[in-house]
Nanobody, 121 residues
Framework: QLQFVESGGGLVQPGGSLRLSCAASGFTLDHYAIGWFRQAPGKESEGVSCISSSDGSTYYGDSAKGRFTSSRDNAKNTVYLQMNSLKPEDTAVYYC??????????????WGQGTQVTVSS
């Protein structure tokens, strides 16, 4: 059964860092692009990043550029999102999604439950 388990969220002060993990089971992660998304209360879901499996290319949403870094450890079947210089507006539930193929342009079809990130002093 295909499943994602996100972890690493929590409460952090502005300017702090967190590293989120997305552990996959039921499929081989290195065959697919994996995206990170977030949804804040009352707002639409937003794409944060994507890492392809074909060549490891990474893509970031405007809010993440320069602060967040996505990486993958295929041996652990896990994708990470390192988030630095966090801002209160980064507060949201973060979740990962499985691409429909190895590239980030093919869309996403399966989602995890998410992990809460709260940035507050």
């Amino acid at each position: 059964q295909l499943q994602f388990v996100e972890s690493g969220g929590g409460l952090v002060q502005p300017g702090g860092s967190l590293r989120l993990s997305c552990a996959a089971s039921g499929f081989t992660l290195d065959h697919y692009a994996i995206g990170w998304f977030r949804q804040a209360p009352g707002k639409e879901s937003e794409g944060v990043s994507c890492i392809s499996s074909s060549d490891g290319s990474t893509y970031y949403g405007d809010s993440a550029k320069g602060r967040f870094t996505s990486s993958r450890d295929n041996a652990k079947n896990t994708v990470y999102l390192q988030m630095n210089s966090l801002k209160p507006e980064d507060t949201a539930v973060y979740y990962c999604g499985k691409g429909r193929g190895p590239g980030c342009q093919g869309g996403f079809g399966s989602w995890g439950q998410g992990t809460q990130v709260t940035v507050s002093s």
